[in-house]
Structures are given as C-alpha cells and as structure tokens.
C-alpha cells in the first residue's frame, strides 16, 4: 500500500515565526488533505490538494503529484496553530484515506 | 461539505463492557469510515460502513470486537465490544466529499478503566 511520511516529527517555534511542514508519499494518488488536529482531538480540514497550490489566510499549500511531495507553509504562527498536522492520502475516489504519522507543532509565545 | 455529529465526546468505561458510538451525517452519503486513533499515534481505518451490506473490516480489525450497523445513508454506529484498556483511544467517523475531501466527526474519546 502506500507509504505517507512526513517531516519534521516535531516542530518548536516561536509566535510570529514561518514554517513548512512536508508530506511525502510512495505512489501516486487521486486525494491528498492537510489537517490540524487541535488539543481535543477534533480533526480540522485544512486543505484538499491532490495538486496545485492553495492559500487561506496565514496558511498556503503545495502538492507536486508527478514529484509526490506536499508542503504546507505556516506563515506569522500563532500560539493557537499548536496541535498535530497530519497529512493523508487517498487512492480512489471514496476510498480510504491513509495518514502520516504527523508533525507535532509547538508554538511559544 | 457534509456535517457530521459524533456522540458521545467523551465516555469513562469500566473494562469487559462496551460502548456503542453514533455518527450522524446531515446527507446523504455512500460510504462512511471509522477510524480509531490511540494515544500519540496516527488514524488508522478500522472499517468502511455500506449501507446494505457488511462492513469491510481492515487488517487486524474484526467484526466480533467491532461490529458496526449502517441502517440508512444518514446514519452509522460503532461498538467497541468487551473493552479492555487498550481500548483507549480516539474513535472518528468520517464521510468522502466530492469538493472538499473527507469530513471527519469531533471524535470520541474513550478510556477503559
């Protein structure tokens, strides 16, 4: 099956700093979705982006599906983007979805 | 993209019981997952839920530990059945949507005591 990593496993900035958050995975697919998971579990949508480049607000998004990477970019962090962002793929339409194992991102104030 | 309503949040069990979860979907959908989430780890798929027909349970899931009715297109349950404390996790049900990609409840979070 398909393989999804992602880098860095952990993530520690300061308030008002950038990053980039990177999704790989081992095949080509016809779904890929960024989501931050906040301190009660609940899982937000954040992108759907089998290709192309996304922005809403103070987060961006990349997938270069012939290169089978993802970026998502978090520009001025905020104490409120702490929380785990994983990223999943899916093969089909409607099928499953496979998660990565998740960057755990920090941000101090 | 669709809204989905998960009960309970949050639920303290004592082990040898079971818990059954709700998930309420505001249309109509095809197919409907159900993910658990254990204590620092990733999502990873128990079961996909057809209506009108068995689930289809993922390695290492089965169908006595967690069995799952799917009586319309709006509506699935999931039980976790003779819970022991390595039943403790996150539990989430998520639809596919056309635009926006999977929708997931608010999950529930269950520890077995």
């Known amino acids: 099956g398909i393989q999804v990593e992602q880098s860095p496993p952990d993530l520690i900035l300061q308030e008002g700093a950038n990053s980039t958050l990177r999704c790989n995975f081992s095949?080509?697919?016809?779904?890929l979705q960024w989501f931050h998971q906040n301190p009660w579990g609940q899982l937000i949508n954040l992108f759907y982006i089998p290709s192309g480049t996304k922005q809403n607000g103070r987060l961006s998004a990349t997938t270069v599906a012939t290169e089978r990477y993802s970026l998502l970019y978090i520009s001025s962090s905020q104490t409120t983007d702490s929380g785990v962002y994983f990223c999943?793929?899916?093969?089909?339409?409607?099928?499953?979805?496979?998660f990565g194992q998740g960057t755990e991102l920090s941000v101090k104030p | 993209s669709a809204v989905i309503s998960q009960k309970p949040s949050r639920d303290i069990c004592q082990r040898g019981t079971s818990l059954t979860i709700q998930c309420q979907v505001d249309?109509?959908?095809?197919?409907m997952f159900w993910y658990r989430q254990q204590p620092g780890q990733s999502l990873t798929l128990i079961a996909t839920?057809?209506?009108?027909?068995?689930?289809?349970?993922e390695s290492g899931f089965v169908i006595d530990k967690f069995p799952i009715s799917r009586p319309n297109l709006t509506f699935s349950t999931l039980t976790v059945s003779n819970m022991s404390p390595e039943d403790s996790s996150i539990y989430l049900c998520?639809?596919?949507?056309?635009?926006?990609?999977?929708?997931f409840g608010s999950g529930t979070r269950l520890t077995v005591v």
């Open positions: 839920a057809n209506q009108g027909s068995e689930a289809t349970y």
């Open positions: 999943a793929v899916g093969e089909g339409q409607g099928g499953k979805l496979i």
């Open positions: 095949d080509s697919v016809n779904n």
């Open positions: 998520s639809v596919a949507g056309r635009r926006y990609g999977y929708t």
């Open positions: 249309s109509q959908v095809t197919m």
